[in-house]
């Protein structure tokens, strides 16, 4: 059975708005403004329901489910039905993935992967395997971080080489400019050809080329070699797999000995009032925005209950444990809203 935040009469309606949602005629578009306006009432005293249980009710939503069972958001299906729904999401979303998340996150987004980034503090020769890369942004991240680290480091060098010509400074700056330096390479893997699509054509855009490629594969079997990476990175990626510890084991497999396991998720906020505000904003606001941007309610309801269901961090610290890897620790940033979880395969 369903967490009951979307009754039958809740999803009659969001199909609805979902259709008339297209900007187009003015009637049309008032319709959808109302529309809007009725789903965010219907909303807002579920919402108050939730919030006069307390968190219980939230991490009530954690809760076990049967066999063969798994979660959509706050709904109960079947696995299969799951990996079926999560790849509709990210399909009808792909187009707006990137407006959405900076008018979601008010561009906090950028900064958590960028801390992700330096957290990693990748060197020129890192092999990095980006899984559920989606559009691409740890990927970018990934290539301008290694080229900056290269630069530097040869800045060092002609600095302690007084007598160089300037053909011998220019040839050492040529060298590496066309391919990633050190070799470096980036593999951004999804299951979504429509996010990968999305990431390409910002990769063109952007200029990124050399050192990075896009793979469609499914984070729980991926379509790597053992022992194959330096890093392995996921960014809100994770509370989508429907076997989240068969991608961990994936995660380790595919790891080198030494290599290093990051994950970047939505986790549980520490401070109560911070909480309540969050709550507030994500039921209230975010499918709101998800309706006027993206034209789709459903999928950014689905974002907001997908972060409710994904286990707390010390509870997925011990996944991560329990897949194998060592020295595995968490770092909450914005009072817990994401955290990054660190794991080592020794
Ligand atoms: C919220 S997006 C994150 C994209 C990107 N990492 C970022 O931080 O912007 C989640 C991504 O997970 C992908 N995904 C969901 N289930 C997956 C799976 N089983 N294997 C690989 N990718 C998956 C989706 O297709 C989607 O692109």
Same mark, same amino acid.
């Given at each position: 059975m369903g967490f009951p935040l979307a009754g039958p009469e809740a999803s009659r309606d969001s199909e609805t708005r979902s259709a008339s @949602?297209?900007?187009?005629?003015?009637?049309?578009?008032?319709?959808?403004? %109302?529309?809007?306006?009725?789903?965010?009432?219907?909303?807002?005293? *579920?919402?108050?329901?939730l919030l006069s249980g307390g968190r219980g009710l939230f991490s009530g939503a954690r809760r076990l489910v049967a066999e063969g069972e798994t979660h959509f958001g706050f709904q109960n299906v079947s696995e299969t039905e799951k990996g079926e729904k999560v790849y509709h999401v990210f399909e009808s979303v792909a187009k707006k993935y990137d407006i959405m998340n900076d008018s979601m996150s008010l561009g906090i987004h950028r900064l958590w992967k960028d801390i992700l980034l330096h957290q990693m503090n990748p060197y020129p020769g890192t092999q990095l395997?980006?899984?559920?890369?989606?559009?691409?942004?740890? @990927?970018?991240?990934?290539?301008?971080?290694?080229?900056?680290?290269?630069e530097h480091q040869i800045k060092q060098k002609?600095?302690?080489?007084?007598?160089?010509s300037w053909e011998e400074i220019s040839k050492s700056y040529q060298e590496e400019e066309l391919k990633l330096p050190g %070799?470096?390479?980036?593999?951004?893997?999804?299951?979504?050809?429509?996010?990968?699509?999305?990431?390409?054509?910002? @990769?063109?855009?952007?200029? *990124?080329?050399?050192?990075l490629s896009w793979v469609v594969g499914n984070a729980e079997e991926l379509p790597f070699n053992d022992n194959k990476f330096d890093v392995y990175t996921i960014a809100f990626g994770i509370r989508n797999v429907t076997h989240i510890d068969q991608a961990l084991q994936e995660a380790y497999r595919v790891l080198k000995p030494g290599g290093r396991f990051l994950c970047l998720e939505?986790?549980?906020?520490?401070?109560?009032?911070?909480?309540?505000?969050?709550?507030?904003?994500?039921?209230?606001?975010?499918?709101?925005?998800?309706?006027?941007?993206?034209?789709?309610?459903?999928? *950014?309801?689905?974002?907001?209950?997908?972060?409710?269901?994904?286990?707390?961090?010390?509870?997925?610290?011990?996944?991560?444990?329990?897949?194998?890897?060592?020295?595995?620790? *968490?770092?909450?940033l914005t009072s817990g809203i994401v955290a990054i979880h660190s794991g080592f395969k020794l």
């Open positions: @949602a297209k900007f187009t005629p003015l009637p049309k578009m008032a319709a959808s403004i %109302g529309a809007v306006t009725s789903r965010a009432l219907h909303s807002r005293r *579920y919402h108050r329901k395997l980006d899984v559920a890369g989606g559009t691409g942004d740890i @990927a970018f991240r990934f290539i301008n971080y290694v080229r900056s680290q290269w002609l600095k302690s080489h007084q007598n160089l %070799g470096s390479q980036v593999v951004v893997c999804d299951i979504n050809k429509e996010m990968l699509k999305v990431g390409k054509q910002k @990769a063109q855009h952007l200029g *990124y080329s050399e050192g939505f986790s549980q906020v520490n401070n109560p009032l911070i909480s309540r505000l969050y709550d507030l904003y994500s039921f209230q606001v975010i499918p709101v925005l998800g309706e006027i941007i993206a034209g789709d309610w459903k999928s *950014y309801q689905y974002l907001v209950e997908s972060i409710r269901r994904f286990p707390a961090q010390d509870e997925f610290k011990a996944m991560v444990e329990d897949a194998g890897f060592l020295k595995v620790e *968490y770092r909450n």
